[in-house]
């Protein structure tokens, strides 16, 4: 069982807003370590999303925001397009477990 | 542009042993650390260790009595060795690129490799 918690199922229209939450505590995020952000395509390998809370590598689009604050953080997608259907994972530290952690994961849908 | 590319038996019996290779190519194979990741069907992401390339580990404190992780410099390859496998271990096994050396950032993975399905069962 994850320590960092996430919605099963978001989803939204084309064009619209999306946000993913991943709550987390005070043994991640609260203790000041960054979130990070990967989507999973259907069949394929994590891709890099977000990097340290809110930066984007180079080629993700702007749609995609990031932030941490308190216990949790969040992923927003702006102006949804098909494509982003997708699974989503949050990752961090955990100073409790002392090890790497993923999120339970989101499953985004485009109506 | 880093590529990892990895390979490894897919089809084990319970109590056997798990052993996979990644392969890198492109970048700097001794100035990143290395991870894996798996992920169990229809399931999320677990990480189980990483490791640089002076063999510094670290392990998922779940894992730890039972994983080993090396690497082979001269050919820049990194291998996973799980015992005692069980039907829990079924998942798709991923091999990862570790920054740890962003300045100001917590650790990520950056490039990931195909993933490889494991399967245990008798």
């Known amino acids: 069982q994850s320590v960092l918690t996430q919605p099963p199922s978001v989803s939204g229209a084309p064009g619209q807003r999306v946000t993913i939450s991943c709550a987390g505590s005070s043994s991640n995020f609260a203790s000041g370590y960054d979130v990070h952000w990967y989507q999973q395509l259907p069949g394929t390998a994590p891709k890099l999303l977000i990097f340290?809370?809110?930066n984007r590598p180079s080629g993700v689009p702007d749609r995609f925001s990031g932030s941490r604050s308190g216990t949790s953080a969040s992923l927003a997608i702006t102006g949804l397009r098909t494509e982003d259907e997708a699974d989503y994972y949050c990752?961090?530290?955990?100073?409790?477990?002392?090890?790497?952690?993923f999120g339970t994961g989101t499953k985004v849908t485009v109506l | 542009q880093v590529q990892l590319q990895q390979w490894g038996e897919g089809l084990l019996k319970p109590s056997e042993t798990l052993s996979l290779t990644c392969a890198v190519y492109g970048g700097s194979f001794r100035s990143y650390y290395w991870s894996w990741i798996r992920q169990p069907p229809g399931k999320g992401l677990e990480w189980i260790g990483e490791?640089?390339?002076?063999?510094?580990?670290d392990y998922n404190s779940a894992l730890k009595s039972r994983v080993t992780i090396s690497v082979d410099t001269s050919k820049n390859q990194v291998f996973l060795r799980l015992n005692s496998v069980t039907a829990a271990d079924t998942a798709v096994y991923y091999c990862a690129r570790f920054l740890t050396m962003v300045r100001g950032v917590d650790p990520y993975f950056d490039s990931w490799g195909q993933g490889t399905l494991v399967t245990v069962s008798s």
């Open positions: 490791i640089n390339y002076s063999g510094s580990t």
């Open positions: 990752q961090s530290y955990d100073s409790s477990l002392s090890d790497y952690v």
């Open positions: 340290g809370n809110t």
